[in-house]
């Protein structure tokens, strides 16, 4: 009943890591795997009766209302997107003064390569938040 899990894990992924869900989801597992074991003793086939199961059981928007789960904000993600493409712009500014200040001043020395790898860091990290708000 491996296939049943993995799409109830897949259909609470949005859901809050509580106990109460925890709980929900097991008590949806075990009804479903009684549904197929019903199915199976009126003589289906294991694949189709765990497949009927899952059509019957459908979508979990009902439940999500009821947890309180909220739907991701296009706001914040609009918002880590701005985060970004501003990081971008300024890590690449800082580069480019740094470049000219290592070229103009100590043209002998090749040093703004240390701080750029510092500076970096931020559009990285402004790259990630952008992808967990997606």
Do not use: C
Not at 73 to 96: E, M, P, Q, V
Not at 118 to 125: A, I, N
Request: aromatic share 16%; hydrophobic share 45%; net charge neutral.
């Amino acid at each position: 009943m491996r296939k049943i899990r993995n799409h109830i894990d897949e259909l609470f992924k949005e859901f809050p890591r509580t106990k109460e869900t925890e709980l929900v989801k097991q008590e949806i597992i075990q009804n479903l795997e009684e549904k197929v074991m019903y199915l199976m003793e009126n003589g289906k086939e294991e694949e189709d009766a765990i497949n009927k199961a899952i059509v019957e059981f459908g979508d979990v928007e009902e439940l999500k209302k009821e947890l309180g789960v909220k739907k991701p904000d296009a706001k914040r993600a609009n918002l880590a997107k701005l985060n970004l493409s501003y990081s971008l712009w300024g890590s690449g500014l800082l580069i480019a003064l740094f470049i000219f200040i290592n070229f103009y001043y100590t043209p002998e020395t090749i040093w703004f390569v240390y701080p750029m790898f510092g500076l970096l860091w931020w559009p990285l990290s402004m790259y990630f938040y952008w992808q967990r708000k997606k």
